[in-house]
Every structure is written in C-alpha cells, then in structure tokens.
C-alpha cells in the first residue's frame, strides 16, 4: 500500500487552545511537532469563548485555590475527579499567570493586576458568596487567549497542517498508539502521520444536537476516532447546556453578562432565580439555571407570543459597563436577537454548549483504559475526560482545563519521547487500511442514504430525547432511534465525488464521528437512572437519602461506552486529592 509517510516526534491534532498549549511545550524543548487542523488553528472553537478563564489570583478580594476546589467539585456534583481537580485549581494561578507573559491582553485593574469577575458556581470561603474569579479581555477572552498562543507557537517553529482531518488512530498489535491517518482536504490525498507520541485535542462535539453554541466543525472527531480505535468513552450522558443562547438562532451570550450584574426575567418581569438559588441567584451553576428556565417556560411564564423563552436584562447597567465590558454581547444581541441590550431585554432560551465527558484520561493527559496508560496516546481539553467537570462543569473552568492539562500532556509527552528508542518502529498497517477503506467506501457506495438527511435525523433525536430534562420512555425510544439513523450514517452517498476541496466528503466523515457521540450519549444517559448535574431524570427517586435524585450508593461512578456492542461498564470517581482531604459529600444548592 502506498501511503506516504510523514514522521515526527510528536502529532498533535487539533489547534484550539489545548492542541496549542501542549505544543508549545513540546516544541520548545526542541522536539519535531505536528500540529494538524482542520480549520486555521486561530478559528478553532476557543476563538468564540467569550466570558474568562478562572484563577484564583484574588486581585480585587480575597481568593484561595481550595475554595476553587470546593466549589469544582460541588459544581461536578461529586462526580469530578479530586486529584485532577486539586491539581487543575492549584494550577491555574501559574498557568494564567504565564499566559499574561506570553503576551495575552487581559483587561486591568486600576492597580494593572487582571481583571476578574463573577461568573457561576464561582464563591468565595467554601460556598458563601460569589467571588471575582474570571480572568478576562472583555468578552473576548478565547480570542485573545487562542492569539497568545498561535504566536508563541510560530515563534518555537511548530509545524502546521493547516485543512488537514485526521481520519483515523493506528495502533500496533499490542494496542501501541503509532499515529493518525490524515486527509489533505485541498486534495483528498490520505498520509500517515507516524510519532512516538500523539495528542488529541479535537474539542467538542455540540453539534450532535439540533441547538447548540458550537462551531460547526465540532463534530466529535477525536471521540468517533477514539471509539473506532477500542477506547472507551467516559461520562457521555453529561452535557451541558447554557442558560443563555439567543432565542432562535442559537448563538452564545456569556455568562459574563450576569457576572456583569445582568437579570433573568420571565414574562411577569419576576427575578425568578431568586426562588429557585435564594443565595447565587443568576449565577448558580449552569445546570441549576436551564432547569429553572425550562422550568418557567413549561409552567407558562415564558415570553414572546410562543412563550418559549425568557429575557436576560442589563438595561440597569452603566452603558459604559456594556459599551468596554461585553463589547460583543451587544454586536450578537443587536445582529442575532435584534435587539440592543443597552435598551431591552435579550430574549434567551438554553442551548446545548460544552461536553462533560469523553477520553479517559489522568491529570497527566495520559490516556487511561482497565486502569493501564495507552502507550504513545494522549488527549486534552474538550475531547478528553480527566475527570475535572465530572456532571457540570463551571463556566471559565474549561479554557483552565485547556491550559493546565495542554501543559500538562505536553510534559508527559516529553518525558515518554525522550525514553522512547530514537528510531520509529515498524508502521502497522491494519488501521491504516481499514481507514482507507472507510474513505473508499464513501467513493464507491450506490443507492445510499443522503448525509444531510441523516445528520439532522440525528440532531433532531438528540434534542427530543436527551436534552435539559430527560425521561425514561423518551430515553429509551431514543436509543432505539439512534441506532436507526446509524444505519443511514453507515450507507450514506457523496453525489460530488471530486478530490479539490471536497466538502461533501468531509461532512460525511465528520458525521461517522457525531453518531459515535450520539449513540455514547444517548446509551449512557438510559442506563444512568438517578440525577446528577446536567443529567436529570424525570423518573429519579427524590428521597431523604437520596435529595435531587441524586444516587449515591448506586452511581456515584463514571460510565464506560465500549463502542464494540454498545457495552457499558463503570469505574470509580477518585475522591482522593493530591494533597489535601477529600471535599465531602453534600446536597447540592446554591
Ligand atoms: C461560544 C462558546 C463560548 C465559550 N466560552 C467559554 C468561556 O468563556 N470560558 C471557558 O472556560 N470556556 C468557554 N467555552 C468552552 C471552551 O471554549 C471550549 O471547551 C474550549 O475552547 C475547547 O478547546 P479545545 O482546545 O479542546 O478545542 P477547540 O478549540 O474546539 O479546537 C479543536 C481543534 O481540533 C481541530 N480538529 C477537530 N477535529 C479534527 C480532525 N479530525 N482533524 C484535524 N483537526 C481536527 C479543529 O480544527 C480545532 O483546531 C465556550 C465555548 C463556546 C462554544
């Protein structure tokens, strides 16, 4: 077979602030590192995170680490990893702190310290009131952040694929990662990128659902590529909605603008998350706020005629505050929502936003499977599952993960290359060749099935069965639903089958990635039966032992999806930190 063969120390692929972070590393300690996108690496998706990055810097009040802790881990509802969480928290301050140094304009102070403010599930001393945690360049922070980054790479000579998928993982017999097979998209030409060591950092997979905050090349390719691979997929039922995507069109407002000081309302102009958080009120966890939304909308107190959403309101504030704080917000609102927030509400309704699952892996970036590391493999940021976010993740907590587990696989990356023998070992071929095939199939297939069709068969499933609230028919009829449309993603037809830019054809590959996600989803959110952050049940016991739904004795573990027969198996959550004691089990309210 006459795959041409490109080699190197490392193949990182994917160029978002994770992919970016962790080859910043690896090329300054002067290794040969691949980075593969399939978009230029500054449109990743980290480009539209809008509202921080959290670190407990304390520069306008008092701040701690372990508050941060605390409150990730109650955030997680237990279900976060407490070694990864301590050394995420710990972290931060460096890791930002150095981010400041590689040239990120953050906002200031008066003093010139950075900028923070309030965002959810942020407080301060243990849960008592809500602290200034976000780091922030208006509301451009991953813009700015992803910029920082791109420039240092350039300058530490790391070597760009710039439109080029990767297609598929190959390992060796013994389950060795040896690299990717990727497409050329100008092309259509497929190689192999062979490395000592290889890095996922492919983001999310939002657009599974038919509402979502997600760019459109979040298809889950790292995920669809693990699964195919053998790798397990962790915690997949737990997605995370925003509170406040635009009615109707979808598009983020940040959760900055409530840490601004910004009002939920529904129809009766009534401050609702004062019933339903008397303490965080707007800014509880995400998971608490869409529930209370949906909640008002499902009881009739929603607004526009349809009734179907809610208004978030920052007419009270300084026009000033709008016009050099959320600069942004009001370009979106005015373009998406048209409506000039310095003026009227904003009308927003919950929207499927960031994935808490996925790769399983150690604070180390380290993939982890039956408690044994994948030689040569490693995954940060979106795509992987450390486990930080456990069933919610706090906003400004993921452009954290990004760059302390970014770094953090960068160095176990480089410790492994420089054990590693100098010379590649022989390429296995097995992989290569089933990937090839997938892509000839996609050239060679008759009276198949249309992939436009099939994809928003999908999204449409996902949104109806597994969205903010979930019930067990409608978990289980999505199950079968699923696996319905996987028979059309699996015949699916290319009218245009030329090489130049063919979109047609990568669109179909994207969508054998998304229906891997979708199945993981919607298996794993049928077998879990109590409720637990984002993921909650219609029927889940509400008992004394038992406040929420939540299940402790029962499922406080993380969900396994073998790709092979759909099989689910479970592991525990780590309640063990690093250093210091285990943050307890509580109820969960803000
Ligand atoms: C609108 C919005 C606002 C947000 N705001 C915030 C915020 O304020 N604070 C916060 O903490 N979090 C925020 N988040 C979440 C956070 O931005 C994301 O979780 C994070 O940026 C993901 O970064 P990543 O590096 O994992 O992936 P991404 O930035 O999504 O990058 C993925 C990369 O992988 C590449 N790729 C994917 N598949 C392939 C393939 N097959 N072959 C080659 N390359 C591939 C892509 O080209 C891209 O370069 C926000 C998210 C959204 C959607």
């Not at 590192?33 to 500054?42: D, G, M, Q």
């Not at 919607?522 to 039966?529: P, V």
């Amino acid at each position: 077979m006459a795959i041409p063969v490109r080699k190197f120390d490392a193949v990182i692929v994917g160029a978002g602030g994770a992919g970016l972070r962790a080859a910043l590393q690896l090329s300054e300690a002067g290794l040969k590192t691949a980075v593969l996108s399939k978009v230029f690496p500054t449109r990743s998706h980290t480009v539209a995170a809008q509202g921080g990055v959290s670190a407990s810097l304390g520069n306008s009040e008092p701040d701690h680490w372990h508050w941060h802790m605390y409150d990730t881990v109650k955030g997680s509802d237990w279900l976060g990893d407490q070694d990864a969480i301590e050394f995420m928290c710990r972290e931060a301050p460096n890791v930002v702190v150095e981010l400041e140094h590689f040239g990120m304009p953050f906002d200031r102070n008066a003093d010139g310290s950075i900028y923070q403010r309030p965002f959810g599930g942020h407080m301060s001393n243990f849960g008592e009131k809500p602290v200034r945690r976000a780091c922030a360049a208006a509301d451009r922070t991953g813009h700015a952040m992803l910029h920082a980054l791109y420039q240092r790479n350039v300058r530490a000579n790391t070597q760009f694929f710039v439109e080029w998928m990767a297609l598929d993982l190959v390992r060796d017999a013994e389950g060795n990662v040896q690299g990717v097979v990727a497409m050329e998209m100008e092309t259509s030409e497929i190689y192999v990128f062979q490395a000592k060591a290889t890095l996922f950092a492919t983001g999310g997979a939002g657009r599974i659902f038919a509402s979502s905050t997600n760019a459109f090349i979040n298809t889950g390719d790292g995920l669809g590529m693990a699964a195919r691979a053998g790798i397990p997929l962790e915690d997949m039922e737990f997605w995370q909605f925003h509170p406040t995507g635009v009615a109707g069109a979808g598009v983020l407002i940040t959760e900055g603008v409530r840490g601004e000081g910004g009002i939920l309302r529904n129809a009766q102009g009534e401050r609702f998350m004062e019933r339903y958080a008397p303490n965080a009120k707007d800014l509880a966890s995400r998971d608490v706020v869409s529930r209370a939304m949906v909640t008002e909308i499902n009881e009739g107190r929603g607004c526009g005629p349809n009734k179907d959403h809610v208004l978030l309101d920052i007419t009270h504030l300084d026009p000033e505050v709008i016009m050099s704080k959320l600069p942004g917000i009001r370009e979106i609102s005015i373009k998406f929502a048209g409506v000039d927030p310095i003026k009227a509400p904003i009308p927003v309704v919950p929207t499927c936003h960031y994935q808490m699952g996925g790769i399983p892996t150690n604070y180390k970036g380290e993939v982890v499977v039956d408690g044994n590391t994948v030689q040569g493999f490693y995954a940060a940021g979106e795509v992987a599952c450390a486990s930080v976010h456990g069933a919610n993740r706090l906003g400004t907590n993921s452009l954290l993960d990004l760059l302390v587990f970014g770094k953090s696989s960068g160095n176990s990356m480089i410790d492994y290359i420089k054990a590693a023998p100098k010379d590649l070992p022989e390429l296995h071929t097995a992989d290569v060749e089933r990937s090839v095939a997938r892509v000839e199939r996609l050239n060679t297939q008759k009276n198949g099935s249309n992939v436009h069709e099939a994809r928003s068969a999908m999204q449409r499933t996902m949104q109806a069965h597994c969205g903010v609230f979930r019930f067990k028919d409608m978990l289980a009829q999505g199950v079968e639903k699923i696996l319905e449309v996987e028979k059309l993603v699996k015949t699916t037809e290319i009218a245009d089958k030329s090489k130049t830019f063919n979109t047609a054809r990568i669109e179909a590959l994207e969508l054998e990635n998304l229906i891997e996600v979708a199945k993981a989803t919607m298996i794993s959110a049928n077998a879990r039966t109590e409720s637990r952050g984002a993921h909650v049940r219609d029927d889940a016991a509400d008992t004394p032992e038992n406040p929420n739904g939540r299940d402790d004795q029962n499922w406080l573990k993380h969900t396994l999806w073998h790709r092979d027969g759909n099989r689910l198996d479970y592991k525990p959550v780590n309640l063990k930190p690093l250093t210091v004691e285990t943050i307890a089990l509580k109820t969960r309210s803000y």
